[in-house]
């Protein structure tokens, strides 16, 4: 079986490379483990120059520390301590308004930091008591003028996702109404039946005409035929009275029924013609599309209010 092995110098780079690396990392700690050393004892010179009264030396030191806004310490802890301390030599020094700075930057990067009241004078106790009450208050109104605004926001997202819920039910209502025009004409108000009637939206007494004339026209039409079949038969005596008066009631029939459906077609055509009204238009409800039908979906999300259509 083949086994293929490294080369002798391949693994002699590859232990180099380890003892390398292991050396870099290894001097990487010791400095990191030395700044820190360093950044320890600076902070003790400038505390023991501060408890030795030394404020100006002390403000020098903690000012190359953890001075200003963009401060040399790393460790949060250090960093507030020196911070603190830097405040109290500010104070002790007449520099009031740098050592109310230091206070604030203090609060900012720990607003419930509490300050040893046995540890520092009544004057310095009073300067951070000052200036956490301020921040406090300033925080409060700042988190109120939020809070306001952010009601706002979402009282002004309301109101537009009402307004567009409102206007796509009107789109809905629009969609759902049709208009529909209805050309008339003189011509067909001259057909009788009641077909005049119901074009001029007169239904009702459209269908009672329709249902007169069209029962005295079959009547009339019937009676024709009886009186035709009687035409050219001579029935004996015993069965002439019986003919005479079919002939009679069959013709008499005939005449009356035309004469009233002429008569109440002729009555139907004049009213159609009289209350003729020319072209109109009316609107009709018509059925909706499933995606139409579905109402708008009101959600809240990371942006807020969200208000979701489909289409």
Not at 282 to 299: A, D, F, G, M, N
Request: with cysteine; glycine share 6%; proline share 4%.
């Amino acid at each position: 079986m083949y086994n293929r092995r490294m080369p002798a110098y391949g693994r002699v780079s590859l232990v180099r490379c380890f003892w390398v690396l292991a050396l870099l990392t290894h001097a990487l700690c010791v400095r990191v483990c030395l700044v820190h050393a360093n950044d320890f004892e600076e902070f003790d010179a400038a505390r023991n120059a501060y408890e030795g009264q030394d404020y100006a030396q002390a403000a020098r030191r903690f000012e190359q520390l953890g001075g200003g806004d963009t401060p040399a310490l790393t460790n949060r802890s250090l960093l507030l301590e020196s911070k603190k301390y830097l405040a109290a030599s500010y104070l002790f020094l007449g520099k009031l308004p740098q050592a109310e700075a230091e206070f604030q930057r203090l609060l900012r990067l720990d607003p419930q930091y509490l300050l040893d009241p046995l540890g520092f004078p009544e004057e310095v106790q009073r300067l951070f008591a000052q200036t956490k009450a301020r921040l406090d208050s300033e925080r409060r109104v700042a988190e109120e003028e939020r809070r306001r605004e952010e009601e706002r926001k979402r009282q002004l997202e309301e109101r537009r996702l009402s307004e567009a819920r409102a206007r796509w039910e009107r789109l809905v209502s629009l969609a759902q109404t049709e208009r529909v025009e209805e050309k008339r004409s003189r011509w067909i108000a001259l057909i009788p039946f009641g077909v005049g009637q119901v074009q001029n939206g007169h239904g009702s007494l459209g269908a009672v005409l329709a249902v007169s004339e069209g029962s005295l026209l079959a009547i009339s039409l019937v009676s024709w035929i009886i009186h035709e079949n009687l035409r050219g038969e001579h029935p004996g005596a015993s069965a002439r009275d019986e003919f005479t008066v079919t002939e009679r009631v069959s013709r008499y029939t005939n005449q009356v029924s035309l004469g009233l459906f002429g008569a109440l077609a002729l009555t139907g055509i004049i009213d159609a013609q009289a209350r003729f009204q020319g072209d109109a238009a009316h609107t009709r409800k018509r059925s909706l599309s499933p995606e139409l039908r579905e109402p708008p979906r009101l959600s809240v999300g990371p942006q807020g209010l969200s208000l979701r259509i489909k289409f």
